[in-house]
């Protein structure tokens, strides 16, 4: 795949004008969402052509989603609060056409993005190698009352990524690809007990929202992120019935050699499966994941996100005999095995094989995170840290209405950063754009402490 030095390539390309955590992305639950029960504006079809017609660029979005969609958005974070802090702050909500790490709203108005679809957009939106694959693919018949081919090849290439990956089984979201990797574990300890520090997606098996039965959540310990004493205290307590250990192995920081290394040796003595979520970290730190740089290896890890450069897919990888007792369960998804998303992984192999992407994103997210440091810096405002990795890398505010104003400020400049978690580097953040993003985040800055009446 002919990558261009990181720097020149994707973020100057003229986007098209037209269509979780506390570990980071926590979904926010239970949040006034009020229902809009005036009369919809009688629009047309959105055709997606070049320039957004008139009327849809008049249309409020996100007021038209909350009588739609029982949250606003299908994924909790790009809902108005999560993205603002506030449902009803000033600044984009939809959009209508991404490219490069560019995406312009429904009024024709461009941005630039550091949330990067939550890290599941790592090359870049549109990026053309993946999406001449995904074309390819559709152009096949993506899907038949068979398998693909593809989803073996993807499979087999996958093994030699990831050090712990002997089978794979594909699924489409990274929940899904949890919930299966617990499964398979029950399935291969014939226990029930899971010991979990992270954020692992919606599901039941891990989750203290509403509506989850306390019969689930009694079989789920959560322990705190890099905390020794914690994971030996709740693997122990639960023994002989600990089926596993799940780690979210990276959060804001790398972990403790000793937190990890107990993790896995606790699951090996107590007999017990280690599974990693390299849901962030796949694709990002190593093509491996967390996995590949530390040298610790997992019994299964779950990759998503970054995988298929943002087409849907999980991949559940691990050893054979662990993998195996999927014939003993029952893990299936209609469309598990679509030929879009692996041909858009397969596409995201052949970059990471040809070029050290992972490098360059460390070196990207590594300038990003300088250029808002050096605006912060610049303006002498206080209360406001950034924390995270390199091509992970967050902005903490200690006002939450600081944060809300500041972000609204940012995107009336014209960039996008993330509400509490993750900003992304991506391939297509190029030099320029960087140099944008610190323009964006002073400009916000200076007209913050000038609203505030000089307070820094
Ligand atoms: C570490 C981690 N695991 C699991 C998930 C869930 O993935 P998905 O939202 O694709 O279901 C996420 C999503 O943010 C995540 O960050």
């Not at 449902?87 to 790490?101: D, K, L, N």
């Not at 949890?178 to 398979?184: E, F």
């Not at 999980?314 to 469309?335: F, K, N, P, Q, Y």
Request: glycine content about 8%.
């Amino acid at each position: 795949m002919p990558f261009r030095r990181f720097f020149e390539r994707g973020a100057k390309r003229e986007a098209p004008a037209a269509g979780e955590d506390s570990s980071v992305e926590q979904i926010e639950v239970e949040e006034d969402v009020e229902a809009e029960t005036e009369a919809e504006p009688d629009e047309g079809e959105y055709e997606g052509d070049d320039s957004a017609p008139e009327d849809t660029r008049e249309i409020d979005w996100n007021e038209r989603a909350r009588v739609v969609l029982p949250t606003g958005a299908s994924t909790g974070s790009k809902r108005a609060e999560a993205l603002y802090g506030d449902a009803s702050a000033v600044g984009p909500t939809h959009y209508v056409s991404a490219s490069g790490c560019r995406l312009v709203d429904p009024r024709g108005d461009t941005y630039i993005d550091c949330i990067m679809a939550l890290g599941a957009v790592a090359l870049g939106y549109a990026e053309p190698q993946v999406q001449q694959a995904a074309m390819m693919a559709i152009a096949e018949g993506h899907v038949s009352g068979l398998s693909h081919v593809r989803e073996v090849d993807l499979a087999e290439r996958l093994r030699e990524h990831v050090p712990c990956a002997e089978m794979v089984q594909f699924l489409k979201s990274g929940a899904e690809g949890m919930s299966a990797a617990v499964r398979i574990a029950r399935t291969y300890t014939n226990r029930e007990i899971v010991v979990g520090s992270g954020y692992f997606g919606w599901h039941d098996w891990s989750s203290d929202a509403t509506g989850v039965p306390s019969a689930v959540r009694s079989l789920f310990r959560a322990v705190p992120f890099d905390d020794v004493t914690a994971l030996e205290h709740a693997a122990r307590s639960a023994g002989d019935q600990l089926a596993a250990i799940v780690i979210e192995p990276v959060v804001e920081r790398m972990p403790s050699e000793a937190w990890i290394t107990a993790a896995r040796e606790l699951a090996t003595s107590l007999g017990a499966v280690l599974v990693f979520d390299e849901m962030k970290t796949g694709f990002r730190l190593r093509p491996g994941g967390y996995q590949a740089l530390s040298g610790v290896t997992p019994d299964l890890a779950v990759f998503g996100k970054a995988l298929a450069n943002g087409f849907p897919l999980a991949a559940v990888v691990g050893r054979r005999d662990v993998m195996e007792a999927a014939r003993r369960t029952w893990i299936s998804s209609t469309l598990a095995g679509e030929s879009v998303a692996i041909a858009a992984a397969s596409a995201v192999l052949d970059a990471h094989e040809s070029t050290d992407i992972c490098a360059s994103l460390a070196a990207i997210g590594q300038a990003m995170r300088s250029s808002v440091a050096t605006a912060l810096e610049a303006s002498g405002i206080d209360g406001v840290t950034i924390e995270g990795i390199d091509p992970m890398w967050l902005l903490r505010f200690e006002d939450s209405r600081r944060e809300t104003r500041f972000l609204e400020l940012a995107a009336s400049h014209g960039v996008l950063f993330k509400r509490g978690a993750y900003n992304y580097a991506a391939m297509a953040h190029d030099e320029d754009t960087i140099t944008e993003i610190e323009a964006a985040a002073s400009a916000a800055l200076v007209e913050l402490l000038e609203e505030e009446g000089g307070r820094a």
